[in-house]
């Protein structure tokens, strides 16, 4: 059976569909599963674009995570990475000694990140892992440590299941990318 999509108004095309995003959700859920069955890990989500992510990955786990969230700044309106990032909003206990599982959009120039990763070392839990639905097929991109990927994509602005242009488009359930003219304002 063929499912049409509808697309919403400014959407050029639909890049990966809910159908595929929905399977790899369930492929990563297992492996985390496994991974995690002596010890649930913490999970950290990256507000705001990880809430879709991150809520149809929790559920598809069996194992019981705890749940948090961070909220730091990136992009603003615009479509390029400023290297400029701050907390919005930190966690709420104290992650000393525990297992994290940072759950991530998008990593694109990988400086939301790495920034982030910096801040959460300096706490000294016993893990960090990293999981991202996306990862843009970047040059000159930095090295930074993503355990497992969900997508990689290439070098396009995209919105979706999270993704946002200018706060918009989030609610999307496919990841597309977005029209010209809706960037420009045209
Ligand atoms: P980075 O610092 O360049 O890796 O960008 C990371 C953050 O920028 C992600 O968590 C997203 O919030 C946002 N971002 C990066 N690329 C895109 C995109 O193509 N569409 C929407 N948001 C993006
Ligand atoms: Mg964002």
Do not use: C
């Amino acid at each position: 059976m063929t499912t049409v999509e509808p697309k919403a108004d400014g959407i050029a095309r639909i890049l990966i569909t809910e159908e595929e995003i929905q399977d790899k959700v369930r492929e990563l859920a297992a492996e985390l599963d496994q991974q995690y069955h002596d010890g649930p890990p913490l999970m950290v989500g990256v507000l705001t674009g990880a809430v879709a992510f991150m809520t149809d990955l929790m559920r598809a786990m069996t194992v019981p995570v705890i749940v948090d969230f961070m909220a730091v700044s990136s992009y603003g309106a615009a479509t390029q990475s400023s290297g400029v990032v701050r907390i919005l909003k930190d966690l709420n206990d104290d992650i000393e000694g525990r297992r994290l599982l940072v759950v991530e959009d998008i990593v694109d120039s990988g400086l939301t990140l790495q920034y982030l990763l910096d801040v959460l070392r300096r706490r000294n839990p016993a893990e960090i892992q990293v999981v991202a639905l996306l990862k843009k097929e970047k040059e000159g991109a930095i090295e930074v440590q993503v355990d497992r990927v969900g997508f990689s994509i290439p070098d396009e602005f995209v919105v979706g299941y999270g993704l946002d242009y200018a706060g918009r488009y989030r609610n999307l359930p496919y990841v597309a990318v977005l029209d010209e003219k809706a960037i420009s304002g045209a």
